[in-house]
T-cell receptor, first 115, second 118 residues
Framework: AQSVTQPDIHITVSEGASLELRCNYSYGATPYLFWYVQSPGQGLQLLLKYFSGDTLVQGIKGFEAEFKRSQSSFNLRKPSVHWSDAAEYFC?????????????FGAGTRLAVHP | NAGVMQNPRHLVRRRGQEARLRCSPMKGHSHVYWYRQLPEEGLKFMVYLQKENIIDESGMPKERFSAEFPKEGPSILRIQQVVRGDSAAYFC????????????????FGPGTRLTVL
C-alpha cells in the first residue's frame, strides 16, 4: 500500500543552523512528491514539488529537496533556518490515477526554532 | 487572485446536529478535493469533485458524510448527525487544468474549517 513516513515528529534547531527533514515513501510507480508547510491555524502552503527531471528541487523560502529513488526518500533541507520557519511540515506523495492526484500525507514534522 | 476560501473557519456542533462546510475554489479552478486532519495526524483524502460530479469518494465514511460541487456556488461537505469523532480540521484544495501531464496539477489549500463536536 502507498504510504509516506516522516520519522521525526518533533525537531528543534537553533536559528541559523541547517535543517533536514526526512521523508520516505512507498509507491509502486514513479512518484509525484510534495512538501507543504502549515503554520498554526493556517492552511497548507506548497513549498516545492517533484515530478520528473532534476532530482534536486528548489522551492520557496530557501528550501530545497532531493529525490533519491534508491532510498525512496525526498528529504527537505534548508541551509540556515529563520525563526519564522517554525511550523509543521508535511511530505506527500501523489497517487496519480484516472487523471487526478490523490495526495497521501505523512503525519508531519513539527519544527521549533530556538533564538 | 483570491486563494481558496473556506467558511466557517470554526464550527461548533452538538452531537446529532448537522455540519455544513463550504469551499470556494480559486478563480478558474474546477477541481476540488476535501481532506480531513485528525488531531496529531496528517491529512487524509476524503473526496474529489469536478463541477456537478463526484469523481472519487473512496475516502469518505460510508454514512453521514456527503459532498457536492454544484454548477454555481461553493463546494459543500455535509456531515449529518455529527459525533465526537468527527471533530477535526477539514481542508479543501482546488486545482486548475495546467498544461503538461495531468498529474502535475498543483493542489492549493484553503485555511480549513475546524469542527468541534460537543
Amino acid at each position: 500500500a502507498q504510504s509516506v513516513t516522516q520519522p521525526d515528529i518533533h525537531i528543534t534547531v537553533s536559528e541559523g543552523a541547517s535543517l533536514e527533514l526526512r521523508c520516505n515513501y512507498s509507491y509502486g510507480a514513479t512518484p509525484y512528491l510534495f512538501w507543504y508547510v502549515q503554520s498554526p491555524g493556517q492552511g497548507l502552503q506548497l513549498l516545492l514539488k517533484y515530478f520528473s527531471g532534476d532530482t534536486l528541487v528548489q522551492g520557496i523560502k530557501g528550501f530545497e529537496a532531493e529525490f533519491k529513488r534508491s532510498q525512496s526518500s525526498f528529504n527537505l533541507r534548508k541551509p540556515s533556518v529563520h525563526w519564522s520557519d517554525a511550523a509543521e511540515y508535511f511530505c506527500a506523495v501523489g497517487m496519480f490515477s484516472g487523471g487526478y492526484n490523490k495526495l497521501i500525507f505523512g503525519a508531519g514534522t513539527r519544527l521549533a526554532v530556538h533564538p | 487572485n483570491a486563494g481558496v476560501m473556506q467558511n466557517p473557519r470554526h464550527l461548533v456542533r452538538r452531537r446529532g446536529q448537522e455540519a455544513r462546510l463550504r469551499c470556494s475554489p480559486m478563480k478558474g479552478h474546477s477541481h476540488v478535493y476535501w481532506y480531513r486532519q485528525l488531531p496529531e495526524e496528517g491529512l487524509k483524502f476524503m473526496v474529489y469533485l469536478q463541477k456537478e460530479n463526484i469523481i472519487d469518494e473512496s475516502g469518505m465514511p460510508k454514512e453521514r458524510f456527503s459532498a457536492e460541487f454544484p454548477k454555481e456556488g461553493p463546494s459543500i461537505l455535509r456531515i449529518q448527525q455529527v459525533v465526537r469523532g468527527d471533530s477535526a480540521a477539514y481542508f479543501c484544495a482546488s486545482s486548475p487544468r495546467e498544461g503538461g501531464p495531468l498529474g502535475t496539477d498543483t493542489q492549493y489549500f484553503g485555511p480549513g474549517t475546524r469542527l468541534t463536536v460537543l
